[in-house]
């Protein structure tokens, strides 16, 4: 049986680190935020009319794939794309309430958040961005992206496909 001091102390909890490449991993992800952020920004005052609005949204839902990668960096890019658009989509019907507006005139940076009118072309370009992030994801992410493939096609020439001593090379 436990001593009473030893069940009331205190026990030193160490919270195990992250393997080396989930660090890596959201390393690049805050990088590629911080240039989404820049970008965003850029296509705010750079881009007039519709080109500026699906611009802009479409950095929007990247921004928000980034955010929810970096918070759970070895999730499924689908999944990741799937819940940035439904929070894209989310925030978007709730500039439809006066809240957002409300909130943006107290404090500037909040229009940027929750933006203050509703625009229906946003949804389409919310879809477009998660659907670009999670593939630019997948082409770039170590060992399972296309980029990443090392292995020969299989094929009558490939030394693996022929038995000992046969094939094109005898």
Request: hydrophobic share 50%; proline share 11%.
């Amino acid at each position: 049986m436990p001593s009473l001091r030893r069940v009331l102390s205190p026990r030193p909890t160490q919270r195990p680190t992250p393997p080396r490449g989930v660090t890596v991993r959201r390393m690049l992800l805050a990088g590629a935020a911080v240039a989404v952020v820049a970008a965003g920004l850029w296509a705010r005052t750079g881009l007039a009319g519709a080109a500026g609005d699906a611009a802009g949204g479409i950095l929007y839902a990247v921004l928000i794939y980034l955010l929810l990668a970096f918070t759970a960096p070895r999730a499924r890019g689908a999944a990741v794309a799937a819940a940035a658009v439904v929070l894209c989509v989310v925030i978007e019907l709730f500039q439809l309430t006066p809240w957002p507006a409300q909130w943006g005139m107290q404090w500037a940076p909040l229009r940027l958040v929750f933006g203050t009118t509703f625009n229906p072309w946003d949804l389409p370009a919310y879809a477009a961005g998660g659907g670009v992030a999670a593939l630019t994801d997948w082409l770039l992410r170590p060992g399972t992206g296309a980029l990443h493939d090392k292995r020969e096609p299989a094929g009558p020439w490939c030394p693996e496909s022929e038995p000992e001593g046969r094939g094109p090379h005898r």
